[in-house]
């Protein structure tokens, strides 16, 4: 992208040539054999180590330790997936390919913001089936969201798939300029941004919430620890900071929400 810098994090070597035509930079993660086009979480200052925890966080360690310190002010720098990528708000349709629906250039609309996040996603679509299957002490502690969307929170959510009053653990260890706010965010928000995706053009912006977000997540450590078995346990740390990040920058920045699409490459 000429206008902007898009890390876009795969599992994938055989990928590259997308990622290399979208104009984003690849970044390898895990244990696939990557040539040396791609970036990695494994050189320099790193927590390539925690990343079967921390997934795509491991390589924003990364970022912010390495590379933030570089950036210049108003030059974006943002971050996706390969199967998760900030949309150009065309229509998807069975013959649309990847390029013809991802962004490749900054919207002049977004000239007065600072950061762009994902737009919120309804977490109220989640199937009853479902809800009964893995929600049963989520249901215990919030019964009214069976049967109504409006009791299907953030904290909900999160009890449902990643444990009973994890959330709740991990609030706790905030500092107290976002302890309370959070929890309220988490206990009234029936939506979220998810992929823990955002843009922006402010180095000093960047630099606070990686500094919040990692100072919080080396703390909850300390409750979950490594030994974490299950999609929904081991990346604790991922989905904690997913939550969150929502949460700081609408607290703390001038942002804007903006449409991501799905479209699996790997495919």
Not at 49 to 61: A, G, L, V
Not at 166 to 172: H, P, S, T, V, Y
Request: hydrophobic share 35%; glycine share 6%.
């Amino acid at each position: 992208m000429h206008n902007a810098t898009i890390y876009c994090l795969c599992l994938h070597n055989k990928v590259l040539p997308i990622i290399k035509k979208l104009g984003y930079v690849p970044v390898g993660l895990g244990n696939d054999k990557f040539s040396k086009e791609w970036l990695r979480d494994n050189t320099l200052d790193n927590i390539s180590h925690k990343n079967k925890y921390y997934s795509e966080y491991s390589f924003n360690y990364w970022f912010w330790k390495n590379i933030l310190p570089k950036m210049q002010d108003n030059a974006w720098v943002g971050f996706c997936g390969y199967r998760e990528y900030w949309g150009n708000k065309k229509k998807i349709t069975e013959d649309s390919k990847v390029e013809d629906v991802v962004l490749r250039e900054i919207p002049t609309e977004w000239e007065n913001y600072d950061t762009i996040v994902g737009e919120h996603l309804p977490i109220g679509g989640t199937k009853i089936i479902k809800v009964i299957k893995y929600g049963k002490l989520a249901i215990l502690r919030n019964p009214k969201a069976i049967f109504s969307k409006s009791g299907r929170t953030i904290r909900w959510q999160f009890d449902m798939f990643h444990g009973s009053g994890n959330l709740d653990k991990a609030i706790e260890l905030l500092p107290n300029k976002d302890r309370d706010d959070f929890k309220h965010f988490t206990i009234n928000e029936t939506s979220f941004s998810r992929g823990n995706m955002f843009i922006s053009k402010s180095p000093k912006i960047i630099n606070l919430y990686f500094r919040d977000v990692f100072d919080w997540l080396k703390s909850c450590e300390g409750i979950f620890g490594f030994n974490l078995e299950g999609y929904g346990k081991m990346r604790m740390y991922t989905f904690l900071a997913e939550r969150y990040l929502p949460f700081w920058f609408k607290k703390y920045t001038n942002y804007l929400e903006w449409p991501v699409i799905y479209y699996d490459i790997n495919k």
